[in-house]
């Protein structure tokens, strides 16, 4: 079906970017508070003169800084991948999404959900102006077309950067509809759209409760706009595998226009995982 549309709509088309590896590193200029859950976290450097992020969802690789150290020990970019100093402690790495991007004034926004433990929130927890932090990629863009009819976002709080900034992009005449699952921790997060915008808020349920069942349930009380749709989905990867699973099987969604993640799993550290088609 999707290839039949694109010969009427190739507005529609779906691009992938490849960029050149490049590792940099950056300093703090300013923390912001957003709730008590999530802090954005504002970085310079000269080395963002060159800085691309063609996509909502591009990933950045943040390495931090081992305890004592002021400064974390970055890879070099080599044909194949990083290479690390083979003398030093690799450096703890995260994924995280480029909130905001401003080449003139060389800065970078990132954005950490605080009530999950790990090395990536008690850095965040301490951040201030002055310290340094390192950032490679990002390694390629998935360029999402905004032309859509309307678009179909769903995410926890992790995705919260992703789905603000794809907001952000959307213009008038197009609607948007995001389902958000958190415990609290999306609670005041601004998100702001030009286009006809409806969210819903989910709580997030008990661990025996069927990951995505409660996202799923919402859907099934949502009637679709009509005419095409692009779909992102980004939260817990069992989770995620479900969603996408529904959005297929039961509302007949067109597959290729699905993107689905697991931003993290549930006992796992440092997770992330892209949801293809089931066999």
Not at 3 to 24: G, M, N, T, W, Y
Not at 97 to 120: C, K, M, N
Not at 217 to 227: E, I, N, S, T, W
Request: glycine residues 8%; hydrophobic residues 40%; charged residues 25%.
């Amino acid at each position: 079906m999707t290839d039949s549309i694109l010969q009427d709509r190739p507005d529609l088309e779906v691009a992938r970017i490849r960029h050149a590896l490049k590792f940099r590193l950056l300093q703090v200029t300013r923390v912001t508070a957003l709730n008590p859950y999530l802090v954005r976290v504002t970085f310079t450097g000269d080395s963002l003169d060159d800085f691309v992020s063609a996509s909502f969802d591009d990933h950045v690789k943040l390495f931090f800084p081992q305890p004592g150290e002021a400064m974390p020990a970055l890879p070099q970019a080599g044909p194949d991948g990083p290479i690390f100093d083979a003398s030093k402690p690799r450096p703890i790495a995260r994924d995280f999404t480029p909130r905001r991007f401003d080449r003139v004034a060389r800065e970078l926004d990132i954005e950490f959900v605080l009530h999950e433990a790990g090395p990536a929130t008690a850095w965040a927890a301490q951040a201030a102006p002055g310290q340094y932090l390192g950032i490679g990629g990002p390694r390629g863009s998935f360029v999402i077309p905004t032309q859509f009819d309307w678009h179909l976002m769903i995410g926890d709080e992790t995705a919260l950067p992703a789905i603000g900034r794809r907001l952000e992009e959307l213009s008038d005449g197009v609607r948007a509809l995001v389902l958000v699952e958190s415990d609290g921790g999306a609670k005041g997060y601004p998100l702001q759209s030009r286009a006809a915008l409806e969210i819903v808020e989910v709580a997030r349920a008990g661990q025996s409760t069927s990951p995505g069942q409660e996202i799923i349930a919402r859907l099934r009380d949502q009637q679709f706009p009509p005419g095409q749709c692009f779909t992102w989905v980004a939260t817990e990867s069992q989770a995620a595998r479900a969603i996408r699973r529904y959005l297929t099987d039961e509302r007949g969604l067109d597959r290729h226009w699905i993107k689905a993640a697991g931003y993290w799993q549930r006992g796992k550290t440092g997770a992330h995982e892209v949801i293809q088609d089931e066999q």
